[in-house]
């Protein structure tokens, strides 16, 4: 069973949203769990039925290592991102990580993609399954 970690901060929306569409094409066929970068990003994730959910600094460097494939909006490799919610720790740990990363291209940094055309994230998620999520 492959192992998804989802990762997101502030209010979870962006995570939450994956998991429902995860768990619409995957069903219980994958584990899918949320990792917020604060107690109610999780708990969002988890309202949308992640199998488990941990918040945090630590909790987020640890998952990571156990885990195959994390899927996250891109500011999780960036230190300081999100209103400061990512830390140089967790950017680090998620940057260094053997896990295939599938990263959203939504960013609120002062950070332009080249080459990225600008989606809504329904569509984005929709073709982050249907393209880059090959089990």
């Known amino acids: 069973m492959k192992r998804i970690c989802v990762i997101d901060g502030q ?3 962006i995570g939450a949203t ?6 619409e094409r995957f069903g219980e ?13 999780t708990a969002q994730m988890l309202k949308a039925r992640a199998n488990r959910g941990a918040s945090g600094e630590n909790a987020i460097a ?12 891109i500011g999780i490799i960036m230190a300081h991102a999100m209103m ?6 967790t950017a680090e740990a998620i940057a260094a990580c053997t896990a295939r990363k ?27 399954i249907e393209k880059h999520l090959d089990l």
């Open 62 to 73: 640890r998952t990571v290592r156990q885990v195959d494939i994390i899927i996250g909006p």
């Open 102 to 128: 599938i990263l959203i291209p939504l960013s609120q940094e002062n950070v332009e993609i080249v080459g990225v055309c600008m989606m809504p994230l329904p569509r984005l998620i929709d073709t982050l």
């Open 11 to 13: 209010g979870g929306g």
């Open 18 to 23: 994956v998991i429902k569409k995860l768990k």
């Open 29 to 41: 066929s994958v584990e899918i769990i949320a990792l917020g970068t604060n107690a109610i990003a």
């Open 84 to 89: 400061g919610e990512v830390t140089v720790k």
